[in-house]
C-alpha cells in the first residue's frame, strides 16, 4: 500500500501548466500515519540485508541497536530526514519516476545533513533507454515560508536548473555497488556521453509541514520564470513536532519488537 493512503486526504490544484497536489493527514487517523511511515523508516537508514544479516549473526538486540544507532536524534535532522523520506516514497509511488537509491543510508553521521540535491528521480525510457530526471527539493518546517519555498528554488536553480554532475555521479557509484549495471551505466551515459537536455528535467518542490502549504506553493510555482516543468507537492500534518517525534519512537520500539 502506498504510504499516504489510509491517512491523508489528497487535493489537486491546478497552477497553469503545472502540478500541485496537498497531502493534509487526517486528524482521526493520526496513528495509522506514524504506525505506516515507521515502517518505512528503517529501510532508508538500513538495507535490509543489513539488519537480516546482524539479526541471523548476532541476534534480536544487535540489530535493534543497528537501526537505533543510524537514527538521527535532534528535532532538525529528523525533521529534514523525514522529508527527504517521504519526498523518496511519494516519488516511487505517485509520479512515474524512480528514485533509484535511498540516500540516506551513506550519511557521514546520524546528526549531520547530507549535501547536493535532496532526491533525484530518474525515468528510462525503454526503448531509446534515455533518461529523463526529476529533481527535487524537500523542505520540512514546523511552519512553513516564503523564505524557505525561496532557498528551495535556489537548490532546483543551481547548475542551470539540471542535476549536478555530482549527485549524478554519486548515485551511479552507489548503483554499482548494489550491482545495477544497466542503470548506473544510463546514468554515467547521461553524464558523459549524451548530455542532459533541459527538456528531459522536471522539477518538484516537496514540503512537509505544519501548516497548510497550498497558497504558498502556489506563490512559488506562479513565480517561477524559466522553463523547466514544475510539480510541487506539501504533506500538511498538524502537531508536526509531535508527529515526527512518535515516528521515530515507534521506529525503535518497532525495532526492540522485532
Given at each position: 500500500m502506498p504510504l499516504f493512503d489510509g491517512w491523508c486526504g489528497s487535493v489537486d490544484h491546478p497552477v497553469g501548466d503545472s502540478f500541485l497536489r496537498v497531502l493534509s493527514?487526517?486528524?482521526?487517523?493520526?496513528?495509522?500515519?506514524?504506525?505506516?511511515?515507521?515502517?518505512?523508516?528503517?529501510?532508508?537508514?538500513?538495507?535490509?540485508?543489513?539488519?537480516?544479516?546482524?539479526?541471523?549473526?548476532?541476534?534480536?538486540?544487535?540489530?535493534?541497536?543497528?537501526?537505533?544507532?543510524?537514527?538521527?536524534?535532534?528535532?532538525?535532522?529528523?525533521?529534514?530526514?523525514?522529508?527527504?523520506?517521504?519526498?523518496?516514497?511519494?516519488?516511487?509511488?505517485?509520479?512515474?519516476y524512480h528514485a533509484p537509491i535511498k540516500r540516506l543510508r551513506w550519511k557521514d553521521h546520524r546528526?549531520?545533513?547530507?549535501?547536493?540535491?535532496?532526491?533525484?528521480?530518474?525515468?528510462?525510457?525503454?526503448?531509446?533507454?534515455?533518461?529523463?530526471?526529476?529533481?527535487?527539493?524537500a523542505k520540512s518546517r514546523v511552519a512553513l515560508t516564503a523564505q524557505v519555498l525561496t532557498e528551495a528554488r535556489a537548490g532546483l536553480d543551481k547548475d542551470s536548473g539540471l542535476p549536478s554532475s555530482h549527485a549524478l555521479a554519486f548515485i551511479s557509484a552507489r548503483l554499482l555497488e548494489l550491482n545495477n549495471l544497466p542503470l548506473a551505466d544510463a546514468i554515467d551515459d547521461a553524464l558523459l556521453k549524451h548530455g542532459i537536455p533541459l527538456a528531459s528535467v522536471q522539477h518538484l518542490l516537496f514540503t512537509f509541514s505544519g501548516n497548510a502549504p497550498q497558497e504558498l506553493l502556489t506563490a512559488a510555482i506562479n513565480a517561477y520564470p524559466g522553463d523547466v516543468n514544475q510539480w510541487g507537492v506539501g504533506v500538511h500534518?498538524?502537531?508536526h513536532g509531535a508527529f515526527i517525534g512518535a515516528v521515530y519512537d515507534q521506529v525503535i520500539a518497532n525495532a526492540n519488537d522485532a
Open positions: 493527514g487526517q486528524e482521526a487517523h493520526v496513528n495509522a500515519g506514524v504506525q505506516a511511515t515507521a515502517a518505512i523508516v528503517p529501510g532508508h537508514y538500513a538495507s535490509e540485508e543489513h539488519v537480516a544479516h546482524a539479526l541471523r549473526r548476532l541476534g534480536k538486540p544487535a540489530a535493534a541497536a543497528l537501526i537505533e544507532g543510524k537514527l538521527p536524534t535532534t528535532k532538525a535532522i529528523r525533521s529534514g530526514d523525514l522529508g527527504e523520506i517521504y519526498a523518496t516514497e511519494w516519488i516511487d509511488a505517485h509520479s512515474g546528526n549531520m545533513a547530507m549535501r547536493g540535491e535532496d532526491v533525484i528521480g530518474v525515468f528510462q525510457d525503454p526503448q531509446s533507454q534515455r533518461l529523463s530526471f526529476l529533481k527535487t527539493e500534518v498538524a502537531g
